[in-house]
């Protein structure tokens, strides 16, 4: 099963940080990263997808995709 996130936060290290441990936890980079001004916020935004293939997995809504 392929399973995919899309990570976002604040341009900031955090959000870095948030996309490393993804890919030290087996998933690759899907597509380029956004970023986009955040007006409500008026803060930058980030974003990347990220996908991952899970052996002998069923899909489930439940599924917690950050702790795969």
Known sequence: MKLYRFL????D???CHKVSLALSRGW?????PTYAYDAAMGTMRC????VKTVA???YDPALKLGEQ
């Not at 976002?8 to 341009?11: A, R, V």
């Not at 690759?28 to 380029?32: Q, V």
């Open 47 to 50: 974003g990347q997808a990220v």
């Open 28 to 32: 690759e980079l899907h597509g380029s």
């Open 13 to 15: 290290s955090a959000f």
């Open 8 to 11: 976002s936060g604040s341009d």
């Open 56 to 58: 002998g997995e069923k």
